[in-house]
């Protein structure tokens, strides 16, 4: 049973509250592209066990799209931040380095 | 026998008899029992029959830890199985009966299963009842099905009802003894906002029984202040009889209230379930003595030694006259001389340490009690009953030296603690070899949201047993302070025993119980080693040691113990199995909570609700919504009620509530530009007042909803979507405005709810309506595709010239607070022009009939626009559309897709639902090749005969083509592949 | 491998049962198979038994991070059932109750298959043309099923609700031949088979790497060392990405938790299994009484095995809708496990970029109940090189190609 603060209305929102919405930061890709690119955009998924940017939204409260940035392994939340943006910002990097030494890195 | 003692007993009222019944005896108890302690204090300690074997079954605990106690309570529908009598108040008029046995408790048939037991042992089904293949379902399953289960089914609906509530704490504790009193203390003085339960109806647990002193006062005194103390902190919250079932992720923790079992019928919920968001878990959850494995430790008179004092000193009762207690440890010396004290007999405590020492052997000693070491238990005699002990050496194999009548024994082979709050959400535990016992390990917490500890153990739950060292543990848990003192007798190490005596042969392991629920004992555990079976996950399931109902709490420690050492490897290294929610069984109905029957799910109402109900509509769901299916008359089956309503839509008129329809207003400088990426064709270039029909994919590619679009200035486009999809289609647009374009100038709001909308439909619709009186709805002033806004009948509205009949049709919306006066207006002014209502099904034939396409029926989630012959809505202009890309993947561009056809049978009659259309031969899997399917078919009562749609290979190019068809019993039938359009292919009666 | 019979167990029970020999042998491992199987679930252990039963290929390790049979094989809910509605997968799921109907004496264990029926309800008019759809196309895959009317299902069900009020019970899907078996002992009966063929089980060892060499598999690392072999293949359900990961590709698959739970057990009351898709509940009852119950997914990735309890709520809600008499009886334990789900909710049986490394994964919610088919699907495919046609569209191209085989347009959930 996650709590996830909402990085917009500032509520500490309860699963209940949210909307789970997959992996964030994929690049769309549309007419023109190659037929991997639209593949992976579409399918592929890192699916890591550990850390997760993902998205989520605060569907029974303000109704704002956000990301998290998760431990899939112990549900520790790192951080929470507006979806508009294309990769996590650096103080959550920051963060999960310090809390996660191994960890390689997004991308 | 055993007896109620004449005095003391600290939670009974005497002045307060109750008369309970069990096996439709007569007893009675006082306010204050359990049913257990009031079942002993009646001499009848045989209460149940065992799962397997039909043994017969004792009481052995006095809480939630009881295996074998367990009854069938109340009737009709009060009526529970399996409740266990160690954890339910006794109340006047209690009826309760054994389980698991036929015809009678004292003669079970199912015993002889006990006899064959040597051919039963663990996981001897897996090895037989293979032959013949038939036999296993229909001779062998039944036979073992009726002898395994426990409890009889429940026959009526449930007459209680449950309440469900959340609350928000600091800090949890759990736990009502005195590490949780203390905890709640500190961290009350300390300002935090603390909830404190406790899953019996007392306070105090263990201390007030044993006698320990506190702050220089008996602990039963400091219990007493302490809850004052709590109840006059305005930041604690307290609450017994509720027991803390689980936690999980992010300290969300599941707490069941029982508000009311012990006041059956008396109109309050029977369990409130509690669903707290704490930010910090104390378990202050206590430990549960270990049985001690020596033959026969399953006969009844056996009990828990710490369990035989509690129902000494707070129920007085006595479980049996002579009592034989036999030991690992000093703590079981408290339950000898409570014995004495209370003026029964202890004939001897069987020690198996080698030397015994420390304060409370020797106080035993003193009171002259015949303390024995080094010896054990060889073999109880009895069979429904203890009728004496047979002692032999602990080190030897089991020669008997001696033999002692006595009526029960009181077994200690030491505590665990009650870890599972701590493990449910992954805290790690460690063995600690002095106790021997799995403690909580403080170094790998189960963590919360930000990566701290989520929970700490307070008291014996972190394996600390003497008095000082739990209220010290408690006090640090809870961020620490002032510590009271408090002082006991000092108690010598217990020595590990897990098999008595310790060269016991398989004779005597054969009679050892482990799992008394579930009939496993050490030769089953050893029998799993000995076959491969040896993670500690594979012993469980193969000999279901510790997955009866009370989870293993007696038996898993032990069990594990036997493993380890048929292996020959160290206990933390074999592990435990997973602790698992709850902790003790919740009432599902508790879970279920209020949504029952009416209010299961949230209803979603239109305004016309209420007279759809009064004209006896026969209503369907659609998502949450209702919706009227028909509007049968008196007489009519729904099949004639809608062929009817069809029939008057298309001579007269016809009123539908269209109300759930969805409205999402999109608005914004980037509107236009927004809803080019949304729909397959261009909005932007809708002209203010006019109307234009869309697609909208997803990113596969597949259709995904359809509705009209109306323009309604430079920047608002009012997009319509149908019933089910309005939340999810608004989602979607969110979804793409704030994660991809989130720099463009648009603004959605899903006005679903705002609107009702009716559908004016039929040839007379405009008489209707002129009669109404109002705005101009002529065809000049309102033509097809348009929409305007104005008055009718006095009602501010936003009329649009849409139709999904192929009738001339208006859709007109009205604020939701005037949908059913409108409605009203309407049926009265229509009553002359042949008005009826028609309902959700009369609305999919008069659009099957046109060939419209509906969302879920024509697709579903493969299906897209080019197959439904819609590639007319599919803008060629524009580079891209959600789903575009999608569609140009091989497998969707293909030309063998199946495509939009009409059918019709060579006869009339109407083609089945969900038909196939069969195609020759067979593909590589043996299954018949398949060329296409039916997706809407009805019987058109316009034309008089079944219609349908459906995709087939080839789609329009094999017109006037007769294929095949399904039908569920297995034969075929021609049908002719036709137009889509059945009904007025010109499109004129839309268009008047 | 000694046979298990009952004359066995009256021979065994004269001395005490000191004699059973090991249902299956913990060998170390050798320096290289013709055949490794990396996860001895279900799926694992099975396609290794019809690589030796089918192929004559029993130079096999399987190799298990924790102990065998303890992933999603022993914490589902037991169901069998092969109504599908697309081909591909009526065709693998219904060889895999083909396979159940006879497995008990294919593997002298018995695994307690009871093929007591299960019922698909039908509870809004829409998911009545749905399952009319499902039985038109089962007809013709061979899959035997019907459509049955609300009576009936009252008939089957005595303690059903089908009055409502909001979703009344409007007919069924009924598959006799579906049912239930005992889980754990699949799993341990393909152990104790394959044990006997001579193949290695090898538990408590985990893969930490995959070493290839120009493009083909090699052998894998693992805790106890470098172990070669000339074919590879991954069967790890939930973890599927992370032993992809080491392969040297990419899958369209994500893991979620899935939940069930049992309640005490009662004496027997419903003899078939009952899915309620609209509601979003399943339940049975196990031959111990227990009710064992399960809905849907949790919604965002996940591998602690552990749900979120408002989706057990969300089930229980419904089947104290559907069953009434359930209210009174208790939760005794809620678990969860890790499905992999693909992007269209159907398998993946498949050649990898690897060369001779194939992959088994994607099952979702539906993995026990294809278990015998799907092991007999992919040692077809590790031992010929190339999918048979159980297999073939299962690839894990279909997805660029856009080839979905989608059930979720039939019946919408788990099970």
Known sequence: MLILECPYCGVK???????????????????????????????????????????????????????????????????????????????????IKAKRPDWKGYK | MSTRLSKGGRLIDRTAPQEFTFNGKRLRGYRGDTLAAALLANDQMLVGRSFKYHRPRGIVASGAEEPNALVNMGEGGRFEPNQRTTTTELFDGLTCTSQNHWPSLEFDVGVVNNYAARFLPAGFYYKTFIHPRFAWKHVFEPVVRQSAGLGKVPKERDA???????????????????????????????????????????????????????????????????????????????????????????????????????????????????????????????????????????????????????????????????????????????????????????????????????????????????????????????????????????????????????????????????????????????????????????????????????????????????????????????????????????????????????????????KMWLDYQNDVKVSDVQLAAREGYTSVEHTKRYTTLGMATDQGKLSNINGLAVLADSLSSPIPQVGTTTFRPPYTPVT????????????????????????????????????????????????????????????????????????????????????????????????????????????????????????????????????????????????????????????WQVYTANVTEQFAQIAVVGPNARKVLEKLGGMDVSKEALPFMTWADGVLGGFRVRAYRISFSGELSYEIAVPASEGRAFWDALVAVGAEFGMMPYGTEGLHVLRAEKGFIMIGDETDGTVIPQDLNLGWAISKKKDDYLGKRGQERPYLASPDRWKLVGLETLDGSVIQDGAYAPAPGFNANGQRNTQGRVTSTYFSPTLNKGIAMGLVKGGLSRLGEVIEMTKLDGTTQQVRIVDPVFYDKEGEKQNV | MKRYSVFAIAREAMRYHQGWEKAWRSPAPKASYDAIIIGAGGHGLATAYYLGKNFGITNVAVIEKGWLGGGNTGRNTTIIRSNYLQDPSAAIYNKALSLYEDLSQDLNYNVMFSPRGLLMLAQTHHEVRGYLRTVHANNLQGVKTEWIGPEKV??????????????????????????????????????????????????????????????????VETTRGFIGCKKLGIVVAGHSGQVADMAGFRLPVESLALQALVSEPIKPCMDVVVMANTVHGYMSQSDKGEMVIGGGTDGFNNFTQ??????IEETLRALVETFPMISRLKMLRQWGGIVDMTGDRSPIISKTPLGNCFINCGWGTGGFKAIPGSGWAMAELMAKGEPGPLAAEFNMWRFREGQFIDESVAAGVAH
């Open chain 1, 13 to 95: 929102a309860e699963e209940t509250e949210l909307s789970p919405g997959g992996e964030a930061h994929l690049k769309r890709f549309g007419p023109g592209s190659s037929d991997e690119d639209f593949e992976n955009y579409m399918f592929a998924r890192k699916n890591p066990k550990g850390v997760h940017f993902e998205r989520w939204r605060h569907s029974y409260g303000c109704g704002k799209w956000f990301l998290a940035a998760r431990c899939t392994a112990t549900l520790e939340v790192f951080g929470t931040y507006p979806a508009q943006t294309t990769e996590p910002p650096a103080d959550i990097i920051d963060k």
């Open chain 2, 160 to 510: 209680d009802r449950y309440e469900q509530a959340y609350a928000f704490c600091d800090i949890l504790v759990v736990g009502g003894g005195i590490a949780g009193l203390q905890a709640a203390l500190t961290a009350g003085r300390a300002g935090k906002r603390v909830w404190l339960v406790e899953q019996t109806a007392h306070w105090g647990g263990r201390a007030v029984v044993d006698g320990a002193e506190i702050d220089g006062q008996p602990a039963e005194a400091w219990v007493k202040s302490a809850l004052q103390a709590l109840e006059g902190m305005a930041n604690v919250t307290i609450r017994s009889r509720c027991m803390a079932a689980g936690s999980y992720d992010h300290g969300y923790v599941l707490c069941d209230e029982k508000v009311a079992d012990h006041t059956p019928g008396d109109g309050r919920p029977r369990h409130r379930l509690w669903r707290l968001r704490a930010g910090q878990i104390i378990a202050a959850t206590g430990a549960i003595e270990r049985p001690l494995s020596f033959a026969g430790n399953d006969i009844p008179g056996v009990m828990l030694a710490s369990a035989v004092r509690d129902y000494v000193i707070n129920w007085a009762v006595a479980p049996g006259d002579r009592t034989v207690v036999v030991t690992n440890n000093d703590d079981a010396y408290r339950t000898a001389i409570a014995l004495k004290e209370a003026g029964l007999e202890v004939p001897v405590i069987l020690d198996a340490r080698a030397s015994v020492t420390g304060d409370l052997p020797a106080r035993a000693r003193a009171m002259g009690i015949r303390v024995e070491a080094g010896r054990a238990i060889a073999k109880v005699k009895g069979g429904k009953r203890v009728t004496g002990v047979a002692i032999c050496a602990q080190a030897g194999q089991g020669a008997v030296l001696e033999e002692i009548a006595c009526d029960a024994v009181a077994m200690s082979g030491g505590w665990s603690p009650v870890v599972h709050l701590w493990s449910h959400c992954g805290g790690k535990l460690k063995w600690d070899d002095a106790q021997a016992q799995f403690t909580p390990d403080k170094a790998r917490p189960p963590l919360n949201h930000d990566g701290s500890a989520l929970v700490q153990t307070a008291g014996c739950a972190s394996g600390v047993l003497a008095t000082a060292e739990v209220l010290a543990d408690a006090t640090e848990a809870a961020g620490g302070g002032a510590v009271p003192a408090a002082n006991g007798p000092a108690e010598a190490a217990l020595e590990p025993i897990w098999v008595m005596p310790q060269g016991a042969p398989v004779q005597l392991r054969m």
């Open chain 2, 588 to 743: 599902i109905g508790a879970l279920a909570g209020e949504a029952r029957g009416e209010i299961f799910q949230p209803l979603r109402r239109s305004p016309m609700h209420d007279w759809h109900l009064a004209q006896n509509a026969y209503m369907e769901p659609v998502g949450l919504w209702q919706r009227p299916y028909c509007y049968p008359r008196p007489g009519e089956t729904h099949e004639q009620a809608v062929h009817r309503e069809v029939r008057n839509t298309r001579s007269n008129v016809g009123l539908l509530d269209a109300s759930t329809l969805g409205k999402i207003i999109v608005k914004g400088p980037d509107a236009g530009r927004f809803l080019d990426m949304l729909y397959t064709n261009v909005m932007s270039n809708l002209a203010i007042g006019k109307c234009r029909y869309g697609l909208m994919c997803n990113e596969q590619g597949f259709l995904s909803d359809d509705g009209v679009v109306a323009r309604i200035d430079e920047d608002t486009w009012l997009c319509h979507t149908t019933s089910g999809g309005s939340d999810r289609i608004h989602a979607w647009m969110e979804d793409w405005l704030q994660c991809e374009w989130w720099d």
């Open chain 3, 154 to 219: 009252k008939e089957l069900v005595p303690i059903i609700n089908i009055d409502g009020p909001r979703y009344p019970v409007l007919g069924a899907l009924y598959q006799a031949r579906g049912g239930t078996a005992r889980h754990d002992a699949v799993a341990w009966g393909y152990a104790r088979a394959c044990s006997a063929m001579g193949m290695d089980i090898i538990q408590q060892t985990e893969v930490t790497g995959v070493r290839s060499e120009n493009g083909v598999v090699k052998g």
């Open chain 3, 306 to 311: 552990r749900g979120s309890f408002h989706h």
